[in-house]
């Protein structure tokens, strides 16, 4: 298969298992209801649905928009049925490209992003099954005071450690927006962490921005 | 109706909820399983290395491990409110706790494990589903169209060799709001009260928040980025290549086991 046809074929698998995994997501409360034979409370559904959707149906459309050409085609349909974008798969990708150098747009990085979302879905409904199994036996250790902060702050040591290479290896890009998000953190706090979806869509577009001009002015030696 | 019950505490952690999630589950292996397969079959036609199929792999399996906990964290948080099961199969697919904590509280705002009913149980699970559905629907129907009319035409052409710098200038973005996430909790940080798997909240309904300002998260950020830089000493010197796959992974549990010693420390 060459690279046009693969890339048509995932569009095609991709949209038939984005259509199932929608349907299976949908089919569970309907099944609880007609198990359990009592239905939801339209007014309040209707209203819930309403007022999350406000936000959640841009900030879906602006993360397909964002986060796609990180994914690749086969990742993007997985990854938006099996969720976990931003602290999970986009991160996960972006480090298997790194250790597999590969360069995002190629054949080779389109394989590596669809084996990443893949092992990392797989390695997520394990952990979450395994752990119910033995849910007794684990939820202790995992309560424990002293391991709160441990998983409280999982997103910090994520991003700090990706951090690293992306840092070290564009100096030059790093600097802008590294002082934009400091500055706005120190301005707007609450803005910052309440809203970072928004925050991380700033930031790009400031660092692409910035990137941009560098990249015209020619401060960014050729790669 | 299937049931003799609508008693709720036998609902939320019934047999046959469970048998949805298992379900539920297959369903996202199977799929997974089913692109892995389609994609190595394409690795094998272009020629690439089985080192970066196995590297792709294993680092993947690495990374995953720590957020998965995590994840996993967050079912025990909603089970109290809403049993295992539901919990169990809404973080096995798209969505994430922050998202389905605020679900509960906008369907059934108030609402606590012993005044929950069945019908608020429905009603949560519809929410939580349908809210949350847009980025797959959006996919669904654009993502071919977005890819072949834009995207291809952001990363060819007169733009030439910005196009590699594009994405790498995209995600050193996504570090940097995370930095900046990290950093604004210094200066400010409500949390909001969980109660029985629910945020809580007041007699106006609003969240009840408490101020919870910290400098945690900024030293843990630091600390995994020292860690990596560690361990790619470790990797440059003594040519330990196989560490690669794992030096993410290593570097985050540094970072979290820094932040079980300062909470050790009195200092959350």
Known sequence: MNNTSYNNHMHRVGRVFMAMGLSVMLIVPVLIWVISGVGPDWNKMIIAILSMSILYLPSGIIEVVTYSPFLGTGATYLAFVTGNLVNLKIPCVMNAREIAKTEIGTPENEVVATLSVAFSTITTVIILSVGILFLQLIRPFLEAEVMQPAFNWVVSALFGALGY????RNPKLVIVPIVFSLVLAAIAPKFVYSNIAIVIVIT???SVVAAKIMYDKKWLSEK | MFLQTTDINLIKNAWWMYLIGAAVTIFIIGGALFFAFTALRQAKKIGMRREQIRQSVISSISFSI???IGIFIGVITMAGLLGIPLPWIRLSVIGALHYELMAVSVASGGITAATLTTQHFVTIAFAMTISIIWGGVFALFFFKKYQTKVLSKA???EKGGFGKLLFDA????????????????IFRYDVR????GA????????????DSRTFVPIIVFLSSMLAMFVFDLIIKKWHQKWLENFQLALS????????VLLGIGGIF
């Open chain 2, 66 to 68: 720590l957020p998965s």
């Open chain 2, 252 to 259: 985050m549990i540094f970072g979290m086991t820094v932040a």
């Open chain 1, 204 to 206: 790009a577009i400031v």
């Open chain 2, 199 to 210: 945020y809580l909240l007041d007699d106006f309904g609003d969240y009840v928040v408490v």
């Open chain 1, 165 to 168: 290479k992306y840092f070290l």
């Open chain 2, 155 to 157: 990363t060819s052409g």
């Open chain 2, 193 to 196: 009260v969980v109660e029985d």
């Open chain 2, 170 to 185: 995209v995600f050193i973005g996504m570090i940097s709001a995370y930095l900046g996430d990290a950093f604004a909790k």
